[in-house]
Every structure is written in C-alpha cells, then in structure tokens.
C-alpha cells in the first residue's frame, strides 16, 4: 500500500457496471493496490442511484454517492424521475446532486424537431435540479458536453452556490475554465488530460491551479494512457495522478496531497 500522502480519491466513478458484471470486489481491491481510498459514485437514474445507496452502506469508509438525472437518462417523463431525489436528501453518504446538465453532442442528428424537444426536456430536468441543489446547498456535480455557454447561463440563473459547483471531465480550454473559476466554480480532470491531442485541457489545468485541482476515472469510460482505449476503472486514476504531478512541474506525492485534501473539502468527505 502507498504511503499516507500518496492516496487518492476518484471523485466521478460508475461502479454500477462493474457490480453488474461481478467484478466490484476486485475493482475495489485493485483501487486500494493503487492507493484510492475513496471514490465517489456518480447517479445517472432512479436505478442506479438505489444500488450506490445500497454500495455506500455496504462500504462507508470508501464508497460515497450522488444522485441525478443525466441529461442523457432524461425522457419526457422526466419528472417522475426528479421527484425521487427529495428521498434522498437524509441519506448516508450521498455527498453530491450530479450528474446533471446539458448535452447537444448525444441529441438525434438527423431529426431536429426531435433534437430540441429532447434538449428541451433536458433543460426543464437541469432547471429542476438545480433548484434542489440550490435548496439542498449540497455540491453539483455538472455534465456538459456542446453546451458549455447554456449550462453556464443556466446555473447563473438558478442561485446556485457557485463554489459548489464542478463540471465533470472537463476538456474544454483555459478561457472556459476561467469562466468557471471567475464565479467561483471548478472542472475536475478525467485521463483526457494524459492524451497527446489534449493541450488545451492541460492548459485550462494550469489556468485553474493546482490550489483547485481534482481529479477523476469517468470509469469505465476515458482510460488515461497507457490503457487508452480499454475499460477505464478506478485504479487508473493514479496514472492520470502521476501525469498531472508533470503537468504541474511538481512531485506525484505533492499532487495527490494537494488533489485528496481538495476532493475532501470540496465534497465534505470528512
């Protein structure tokens, strides 16, 4: 096991997947191989966020949860879905409201009455949730993907806590970020970061600091280098840790204290 100051938390996993498929003991094994002490499962529907209440109870000193509506998961009868969050808000280890937000890169490309009465749903869902998140004052872990400036517009309108606010996977450039970080919000580091293409997202990186960084799996998706490609799982976050201490010009060990203790406070994991 790695030394106390090399541990790690990966905060935006989907361990339902890997529970699924009868792998989760070992996932979890490896990840602890590796130094990850926490992660943070991420809700994307009624049913997964169940079984990661179920996975927090089971496994309290690592597992923390969120529930959301991923705009992904949102239909037109996305309210019966929203209305189920309220029974969470006492829940033991839930830590977030996430993932929630808006995505045009996923909407029908051949049909675009069809598209905008998705997005439309997507955005009363995100409006929706924002107003529990606001009501809550719990962190809000944000999807954004081809809508950076309508999800930015969306959360100012909202009264939000921006300080409690992270966009998840963030792979946008250093003048995006700077909009985030300006009202007081954060994007958080999937493996992206480790990719030969992805200058920009070290650049927004840099831009944010080190004072603000965290990072992330987005498991089974986005596998840093060297297992780009493959099923991503919690584990792999100390790769994508190991390249960020060199992005930053500063020790691994430095890296995940700083990451850890920023992870820790920001989803008040202690």
């Not at 879905?81 to 839930?94: C, M, N």
């Not at 069809?114 to 529990?132: D, N, P, S």
Request: glycine residues 8%; hydrophobic residues 40%; contains cysteine.
């Amino acid at each position: 096991m790695n030394e106390a100051v090399n541990r790690l938390i990966d905060t935006h996993t989907h361990l339902d997947c890997f529970y699924r498929k009868g792998d989760f003991e070992s996932i979890l094994s490896e990840a602890r191989g590796e130094g990850v002490e926490k992660m943070i499962t991420i809700g994307t529907d009624p049913e997964d966020w169940a079984l990661y209440r179920k996975l927090s109870s089971d496994y309290p000193e690592v597992i923390r949860y969120s529930v959301g509506l991923h705009p992904c998961s949102v239909e037109e009868t996305w309210e019966e879905a929203v209305a189920q969050i309220d029974s969470y808000q006492e829940a033991l280890g839930l830590v977030a409201l996430g993932e929630i937000g808006l995505d045009r890169f996923h909407l029908p490309q051949k049909d675009a009455e069809k598209a905008e009465r998705v997005f439309a749903c997507q955005k009363g869902a995100f409006k929706a949730q924002l107003g529990i998140a606001r009501k809550w004052g719990t962190p809000v872990v944000i999807h954004s993907r081809g809508a950076f400036d309508e999800t930015v517009a969306m959360i100012d309108a909202s009264g939000v806590d921006w300080g409690k606010v992270v966009f998840h996977c963030f792979s946008e450039g250093p003048d995006k970020i700077q909009k985030l970080n300006e009202r007081g919000g954060r994007g958080s580091f999937t493996g992206i970061i480790t990719y030969k293409n992805a200058e920009e997202v070290r650049q927004a990186a840099l831009a944010q600091g080190l004072e603000m960084f965290m990072i992330e799996t987005d498991a089974p998706y986005l596998a840093p280098v060297p297992h780009r490609g493959k099923q991503n799982k919690p584990a792999f976050v100390r790769h994508t840790a190991e390249f960020s201490s060199e992005v930053f010009g500063t020790s691994f060990a430095e890296l995940a204290c700083v990451s850890t203790r920023n992870a820790i406070d920001f989803f008040g994991l202690e």
